[in-house]
């Protein structure tokens, strides 16, 4: 599986920006995506997910209720719909995708074989 990230740019505080993540693979619908954020000086930390065994979707506290991610199969994408944008949102966002994550791991960039070079987001104040 190849994955490849796209949509982000500059955008002003309260903005929003959609993301793309376009994956390779027949297969792709049946394994586990999510994606990452790494600001500049700080380490790569999770944003969202949806693990592909029950369907459930996972937000970090810091996006929920103002990030949506939702996946278009017969394009075999998935989105991340960013609303409500903050300067502290700015980062290289990456997807990632795995056929095996289980939910305790669904956070973990370890439990991720498959990752997308990433699309940098800024937000200005």
């Known amino acids: 599986v190849q994955l490849q990230a796209s949509g982000g740019g500059l955008v002003q505080t309260g903005g929003s920006l959609r993301l793309s993540c376009a994956a390779s693979?027949?297969?792709?619908?049946?394994?586990?995506v999510a994606w990452f954020r790494q600001a500049p000086g700080k380490e790569r930390t999770f944003v969202a997910g949806?693990?592909?065994?029950?369907?459930?979707?996972y937000y970090a506290d810091s996006v929920k209720d103002r990030f949506t991610i939702s996946e278009d199969n017969a394009k075999n994408t998935v989105y991340l719909q960013m609303n409500s944008l903050r300067p502290e949102d700015t980062a290289v966002y990456y997807c990632?995708?795995?056929?095996?994550?289980?939910?305790?791991?669904?956070?973990?960039?370890?439990?991720?074989?498959?990752w997308g070079l990433g699309t940098q987001v800024t937000v200005s104040s």
């Open positions: 990632a995708a795995d056929p095996s994550v289980i939910s305790s791991t669904l956070a973990s960039q370890s439990a991720y074989v498959y």
């Open positions: 693979g027949r297969t792709f619908h049946r394994y586990t």
């Open positions: 949806k693990k592909r065994s029950n369907n459930r979707i």
